[in-house]
């Protein structure tokens, strides 16, 4: 049994450094992605919840949540905050401001505000004037990067530099935008740690090739249905519940490992589940603001993504998957890591339940 200690130890400290996660909040930063997209511009700000509550007139203790509540009472006011201070000029025309998207998933410690703007014409040359946060704290930095067809441009404002400036030569092709968005796809996969135990849990005990392909190919044809269905407006999931149901999903899925049920319809399971992770690559999608004229290239080259991220993992994982299940001492450590799987799950669904419910 020695070594079913010492691989349940091992899996153990990887899934504690999993459900921790790091929670050091830098009080005076925000993040910026700006994305041009023909005569549309996106920012993307990640701020800190106790910057914006203190710019929205709320006494705060960094110790202390800000309540979702206060943020939902207050959308004009911060609609209002960003008009003031955020502005984006193309090719010397001030850009019209097209309404500011809260996403209230990152609480208690940041939010994500999504402003759009739309411009006189395509833009190839932008101008950014960013002077948020800087009358409450003179140290405070936004730093960032533009999309361009060539890459990203880094960026960064402080209260000596409110400005940047950014050429983009040529408007992105149909072949780069689906390099890019594909790039996402694959990115989002590799670093979803929620998907990536959900596939794992569904693969422990995986002896054979053929059971592996249903399973993944259950699970494809089913996020593949979900993140279509909701990226053409047919369904509207709420984001946050989506996020409990899918770590609940790899609760459900750990269980069933523990009970020894339903292991021969496994491709149900993943089909089932597999709804429901689609709502979850929507939900990061969505974020992007990549549609343009372009919905359908963009869904294909994200989906593509996360089917070429998903392919990695497997082809990573298969291989010790069954040469795991092959030893004698499979079953116990199995049950083990199935064990861990679950706790970590429960804990998942239980924060962000309360985090964002």
Same mark, same amino acid.
């Given at each position: 049994?020695?070594?079913?200690?010492?691989?349940?130890?091992?899996?153990?400290?990887l899934?504690?450094?999993?459900?921790?996660?790091?929670?050091?909040?830098? =009080?005076?930063?925000?993040? /910026?992605r @700006? +994305? *041009? !997209?023909? #005569?549309?511009?996106?920012?993307? &700000?990640?701020?800190s %919840?106790?910057?914006l509550?203190?710019?929205?007139?709320?006494?705060?203790?960094?110790?202390?949540?800000?309540?979702?509540?206060?943020?939902?009472?207050?959308?004009?006011?911060?609609?209002?905050?960003?008009?003031?201070?955020?502005?984006?000029?193309?090719?010397? =025309?001030?850009?019209?401001? /097209?309404? @500011? +998207? *809260? !996403?209230? #998933?990152?609480?208690?410690?940041? &939010?994500?505000?999504? %402003?759009?703007?739309?411009?006189?014409?395509?833009?190839?040359?932008?101008?950014?004037?960013?002077?948020?946060?800087?009358d409450?704290?003179?140290?405070?930095?936004?730093?960032?990067?533009?999309?361009?067809?060539?890459?990203?441009?880094?960026?960064?404002?402080?209260?000596?530099?409110?400005?940047?400036? @950014?050429?983009?030569?040529?408007?992105?092709?149909?072949?780069?935008?689906?390099?890019?968005?594909?790039?996402?796809?694959?990115?989002?996969?590799?670093?979803?740690i929620?998907?990536?135990?959900?596939?794992?849990?569904?693969l422990?005990g995986?002896?054979?090739?053929?059971?592996?392909?249903g399973?993944?190919?259950?699970?494809?044809?089913?996020?593949?249905?979900?993140?279509?269905?909701?990226?053409?407006?047919?369904?509207?999931?709420?984001?946050?519940?989506?996020?409990?149901?899918?770590?609940?999903?790899?609760?459900?899925?750990?269980?069933?490992?523990?009970?020894?049920?339903?292991?021969?319809?496994?491709?149900?399971?993943?089909?089932?589940?597999?709804?429901?992770?689609?709502?979850?690559?929507?939900a990061?999608?969505?974020?992007l603001?990549?549609?343009?004229?372009?919905?359908?290239?963009?869904?294909?080259?994200?989906?593509?993504?996360?089917?070429?991220?998903?392919?990695?993992?497997?082809?990573?994982?298969?291989?010790?998957?069954?040469?795991?299940?092959?030893?004698?001492?499979?079953?116990a450590?199995?049950?083990?890591?199935?064990?861990?799987?679950?706790?970590?799950?429960?804990?998942?669904?239980?924060?962000?339940?309360?985090?964002?419910?």
């Open positions: 049994m020695t070594r079913v200690r010492v691989l349940t130890a091992a899996l153990a400290l899934l504690i450094l999993a459900a921790g996660g790091a929670r050091a909040h830098l =009080t005076s930063l925000t993040t /910026a @700006v +994305t *041009p !997209d023909g #005569d549309a511009v996106t920012v993307a &700000l990640t701020v %919840a106790h910057d509550a203190a710019a929205l007139g709320l006494a705060t203790d960094p110790s202390v949540p800000v309540p979702l509540s206060f943020f939902t009472r207050r959308l004009d006011q911060i609609n209002t905050y960003l008009a003031g201070r955020l502005a984006v000029t193309g090719d010397g =025309t001030p850009c019209a401001p /097209a309404g @500011v +998207t *809260p !996403d209230f #998933d990152g609480l208690p410690e940041n &939010l994500l505000l999504t %402003a759009r703007f739309t411009c006189a014409g395509p833009v190839t040359a932008l101008d950014l004037d960013y002077r948020l946060l800087f409450l704290d003179p140290r405070h930095r936004a730093m960032g990067v533009v999309d361009t067809p060539q890459g990203p441009v880094e960026i960064l404002f402080d209260r000596t530099m409110t400005r940047q400036s @950014v050429d983009l030569p040529a408007p992105e092709t149909h072949l780069a935008r689906f390099g890019r968005v594909f790039g996402l796809g694959v990115e989002h996969i590799l670093i979803g929620d998907h990536i135990l959900f596939i794992l849990a569904l422990i995986a002896t054979r090739f053929w059971p592996v392909a399973v993944i190919t259950a699970f494809t044809i089913a996020h593949s249905l979900t993140l279509g269905l909701a990226w053409f407006g047919v369904i509207d999931p709420p984001p946050a519940l989506v996020e409990v149901a899918i770590a609940l999903s790899i609760a459900l899925v750990a269980l069933q490992n523990i009970l020894g049920k339903g292991l021969d319809r496994r491709w149900m399971v993943a089909g089932a589940f597999g709804l429901i992770h689609g709502l979850g690559f929507y990061a999608l969505s974020h603001d990549l549609r343009g004229g372009q919905a359908a290239l963009t869904l294909l080259a994200f989906n593509m993504g996360v089917e070429a991220g998903q392919l990695l993992i497997l082809l990573a994982a298969l291989g010790p998957l069954i040469w795991w299940a092959r030893r004698p001492w499979h079953h450590s199995a049950l083990a890591a199935s064990g861990l799987i679950l706790l970590v799950a429960l804990w998942w669904a239980a924060e962000r339940a309360f985090l964002t419910l």
